[in-house]
Protein backbone atom coordinates (compact mmCIF):
# COMPACT_ATOMS: atom_id res chain seq x y z
CA UNK A 1 0.00 0.00 0.00
CA UNK A 2 1.06 3.40 -0.91
CA UNK A 3 2.91 2.85 -4.20
CA UNK A 4 2.01 4.58 -7.09
CA UNK A 5 2.79 2.94 -10.51
CA UNK A 6 5.62 1.02 -10.36
CA UNK A 7 6.37 1.72 -14.05
CA UNK A 8 6.43 4.96 -13.98
CA UNK A 9 9.78 6.35 -14.26
CA UNK A 10 11.97 9.38 -15.61
CA UNK A 11 12.14 7.74 -19.30
CA UNK A 12 8.32 7.58 -19.40
CA UNK A 13 7.52 11.09 -17.90
CA UNK A 14 10.07 12.42 -20.60
CA UNK A 15 7.84 11.02 -23.21
CA UNK A 16 4.82 12.69 -22.32
CA UNK A 17 3.18 14.93 -24.64
CA UNK A 18 3.08 18.62 -23.26
CA UNK A 19 0.82 20.75 -25.26
CA UNK A 20 1.79 23.95 -26.30
CA UNK A 21 -0.08 26.64 -26.90
CA UNK A 22 0.56 29.72 -28.53
CA UNK A 23 1.47 33.07 -26.47
CA UNK A 24 -1.58 34.89 -28.19
CA UNK A 25 -4.02 32.27 -27.59
CA UNK A 26 -2.65 31.90 -23.85
CA UNK A 27 -3.52 35.66 -23.06
CA UNK A 28 -6.90 35.27 -24.75
CA UNK A 29 -7.66 32.50 -22.01
CA UNK A 30 -6.37 34.29 -19.16
CA UNK A 31 -8.89 37.60 -20.66
CA UNK A 32 -11.91 35.06 -20.84
CA UNK A 33 -10.90 33.64 -16.96
CA UNK A 34 -10.37 37.60 -16.19
CA UNK A 35 -13.56 38.36 -17.45
CA UNK A 36 -15.54 35.47 -15.90
CA UNK A 37 -13.49 36.48 -12.66
CA UNK A 38 -15.26 39.63 -12.50
CA UNK A 39 -18.33 39.07 -13.34
CA UNK A 40 -18.73 36.17 -10.39
CA UNK A 41 -17.37 39.44 -8.26
CA UNK A 42 -19.85 41.16 -9.65
CA UNK A 43 -22.66 38.91 -8.84
CA UNK A 44 -20.86 38.41 -5.19
CA UNK A 45 -21.49 41.92 -4.47
CA UNK A 46 -24.78 41.80 -5.83
CA UNK A 47 -26.16 39.23 -3.98
CA UNK A 48 -24.37 40.50 -0.17
CA UNK A 49 -26.40 43.79 -0.97
CA UNK A 50 -29.38 41.92 -1.30
CA UNK A 51 -29.01 39.93 1.77
CA UNK A 52 -28.19 43.17 3.53
CA UNK A 53 -31.47 44.76 2.68
CA UNK A 54 -33.44 41.87 3.20
CA UNK A 55 -31.97 41.95 6.72
CA UNK A 56 -32.77 45.87 7.37
CA UNK A 57 -36.61 44.55 5.97
CA UNK A 58 -36.78 41.81 8.03
CA UNK A 59 -35.64 44.07 11.15
CA UNK A 60 -37.98 46.87 9.99
CA UNK A 61 -40.91 44.49 10.17
CA UNK A 62 -40.03 43.01 13.41
CA UNK A 63 -39.96 46.56 14.77
CA UNK A 64 -43.24 47.52 12.94
CA UNK A 65 -44.82 44.83 14.50
CA UNK A 66 -43.12 45.19 18.42
CA UNK A 67 -44.65 48.74 18.29
CA UNK A 68 -47.85 48.02 16.87
CA UNK A 69 -47.27 49.89 13.74
CA UNK A 70 -48.22 46.14 11.56
CA UNK A 71 -51.04 44.12 13.08
CA UNK A 72 -49.52 40.78 12.69
CA UNK A 73 -52.90 38.90 12.88
CA UNK A 74 -54.13 40.85 9.85
CA UNK A 75 -51.00 41.18 8.14
CA UNK A 76 -51.95 44.35 7.31
CA UNK A 77 -49.50 47.87 8.03
CA UNK A 78 -50.61 51.14 9.90
CA UNK A 79 -49.08 53.72 8.21
CA UNK A 80 -46.16 52.53 6.83
CA UNK A 81 -43.45 53.96 4.84
Do not use: C, W, Y
Not at 33 to 50: C, K, N, P, W, Y
Amino acid sequence: MGTIQSHLNVAALKQLPIPERDPTEQLAVVEAVGQIDREVDGAQSLMTRQIELLTERRQALITAAVTGQFDVTTARGADLS
